[in-house]
């Protein structure tokens, strides 16, 4: 991954804070943020932010970025050049970047959290069921509209036997 910001405005750690600091205004002087100010917004000491600053680290850990982020109200990805994760397009074979696009759809947030709450037993009677669901409206059984109606019987009758579930 490139150490490019997405904006281009400084290729090193040094150089984007430097950025961010010259174009980020105390309010009450109207002045860019001095060197203690920004060591008493973040808790950080002042000799970090001058270290930083210098580009004596070439990345601080996260949370401290988090700290500075927060206090210039600038996201984490200025800051460190990362290209947000959501912004990364995803490829074919790409697991994580199928995820990620799921997720944009809330109703996928929300029905993964909500399968989350689920016991092991459930959450396969669930991917079952979803499988079962992909299979109807794509058609893609061999046996076609019968072996579809078959599931669909079978899952109502397990939903008919809810002694079988745990509590």
Known sequence: MSSESPSGAGTTFAERLRNIRESSRNPATQEPYTVREIAEGTGLSQTYIRVLLRGEVEMPSAARVQRLARFFGATIEELTGEVPLDDIPAREGDVDGAIRQALRDSRIKDFALRAGKLGPREKSV???MVNDALDFVS????????RN????????????????LPE
């Open 126 to 128: 669930v991917l079952r």
């Open 139 to 146: 058609g893609a059984s061999a046996e076609g509209e019968g």
């Open 149 to 164: 109606r078959r599931t669909t019987d079978r899952l109502a009758d397990e939903e008919a036997r809810p002694d079988d």
